[in-house]
């Protein structure tokens, strides 16, 4: 009898366990495979390890989690897909990249790729221990240095709240992704470290970016080619260089349509929205929406460059990427130099339809107003615009 009643009773044990497993997220602690978490023990197999039995559970929503108040010391990891169901990483602790020249390749510490239905999410944080990597490519020593966190061909992806600071180059890198949303990410490098961009996007569409505070060395945010609907929202930029679309034309045809910007703050950064590309580029850039931004003292507050020559040696050529459709809507604040839009663009391939209403942007502290440079440049004004423009009144094409 007493036999009898105990087995029934692990009977229903059992079921339960089952039952109760089927509604629940399975959780895979980085520290129950062997994760150190002490800063100084590389963990790199350990979150393969993890990853792995998340990325294989097929019976719910696996989360692989790296918990708080540890440091995780990762070599260069790469969590590959497809999974067999959508998966969470929960990022609670903090990753820290190993404090050497780790490789002499294109690289990023962490990789994910290919899975669909992932999301990043957690107040952890990832370190790059950027400085001995700016300070080998001041020295010209290092070429290639690595991106902090790249995602390549991920579909229905979520970043959230994640800090990445000091990349050794860029810090985020979305490429061949689509569905994604980015919120409440915050990057953090010096202004002086070099090519240090906060999030770049490319051959991607339908991204959404929002609620981030980028503070970096180069471009808050960077928009390449093949993209098509990307939004960047309630955001803070800056220091930086700005949110840029660019630059475009170099080796691939530009294909770049429905950008949007609005609701963001840009503080002391060198652009503040800026669409650039190459001479002699071939493609377009089109569907441009700047909305409803704050400048404070930024250098050039709207740029459009089809001249874009950073090292400024570059041979004169003919033709260049079709930037059309752009609205600037809404634009308020001060710059730090006089030139507050820069509007130069190629007269084999003008700038089309370009729309200006509600701009008031001042000169920082200076009793001169503002001056806007245009070059080939076409379109319309309504309503508030200072500093006036002076669009071109004939079109070439
Ligand atoms: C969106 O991006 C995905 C992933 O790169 C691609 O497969 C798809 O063709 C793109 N769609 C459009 C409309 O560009
Ligand atoms: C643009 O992308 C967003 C996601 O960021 C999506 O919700 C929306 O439907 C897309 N719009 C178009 C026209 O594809
Ligand atoms: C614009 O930015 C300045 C300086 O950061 C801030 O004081 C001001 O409130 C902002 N204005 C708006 C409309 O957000
Ligand atoms: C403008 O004035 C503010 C406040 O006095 C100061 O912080 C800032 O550095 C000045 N900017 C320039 C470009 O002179
Ligand atoms: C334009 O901005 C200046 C300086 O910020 C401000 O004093 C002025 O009132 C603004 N003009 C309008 C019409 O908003
Ligand atoms: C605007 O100001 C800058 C710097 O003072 C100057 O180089 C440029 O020629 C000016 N542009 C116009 C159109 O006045």
């Not at 602690?29 to 150190?36: E, N, S």
């Not at 959230?160 to 600071?165: C, E, S």
């Not at 650039?276 to 377009?284: D, E, L, P, R, V």
Request: net charge negative.
């Amino acid at each position: 009898m007493a036999a009898m009643t105990r087995a029934l009773l692990l009977l229903l044990l059992f079921v339960l366990a089952i039952w109760s497993a089927e509604g629940q997220q399975r959780v895979y602690d980085v520290l129950d495979f062997h994760a150190a978490g002490d800063g100084k023990t590389d963990d790199a197999q350990a979150f393969l390890a993890a990853w792995q039995a998340a990325c294989s559970d097929g019976r719910g929503e696996p989360v692989m989690a790296i918990p708080g108040e540890r440091v995780f010391l990762l070599s260069q990891v790469s969590f590959q897909g497809p999974c067999k169901s959508p998966i969470t990483v929960k990022l609670d602790g903090n990753i820290v990249a190993p404090n050497n020249i780790w490789t002499k390749q294109e690289a990023s510490l962490l990789t994910f790729f290919g899975i669909d239905h992932l999301t990043l999410d957690g107040n952890g944080e990832i370190d790059g221990q950027g400085a001995i990597w700016w300070d080998c490519y001041s020295r010209k020593t290092c070429q290639d240095r690595p991106v902090l966190l790249g995602f390549a061909r991920c579909n229905y992806l979520t970043v959230t709240r994640i800090h990445l600071k000091d990349s050794a180059e860029k810090h985020m890198t979305l490429f061949q992704c689509s569905q994604v949303i980015v919120d409440s990410v915050s990057v953090t490098a010096p202004a002086d470290s070099p090519n240090t961009d906060g999030i770049t996007v490319a051959f991607s569409n339908n991204t959404y970016i929002s609620n981030c505070a980028i503070q970096t060395g180069d471009d808050c945010v960077s928009v390449l080619s093949d993209t098509k609907n990307i939004t960047v929202t309630q955001s803070r930029c800056g220091p930086g260089h700005g949110i840029s679309v660019g630059s475009l034309g170099g080796s691939e045809t530009a294909m770049v349509e429905q950008i949007t910007v609005s609701n963001c703050n840009f503080v002391g950064t060198m652009t503040g929205v800026r669409i650039k590309s190459w001479q002699g580029g071939k493609g377009y850039a089109k569907g441009f929406l700047f909305q409803t931004l704050n400048m404070t003292e930024v250098q050039n507050p709207i740029v459009i460059d089809q001249f874009y020559c950073p090292q400024g040696n570059c041979p004169i050529k003919n033709g260049g990427v079709a930037i059309s459709n752009a609205k600037f809507i809404d634009i308020q604040g001060t710059s730090s130099e006089q030139e507050a839009i820069r509007l130069l663009c190629s007269q084999s391939v003008p700038c089309q339809d370009i729309y200006f209403s509600n701009i008031n942007l001042s000169w920082a502290n200076q009793t001169a107003p503002a001056n806007a440079t245009t070059l080939n440049a076409h379109g319309s004004t309504a309503g508030m615009v200072v500093p006036r423009i002076q669009f071109s009144d004939i079109s070439f094409s």
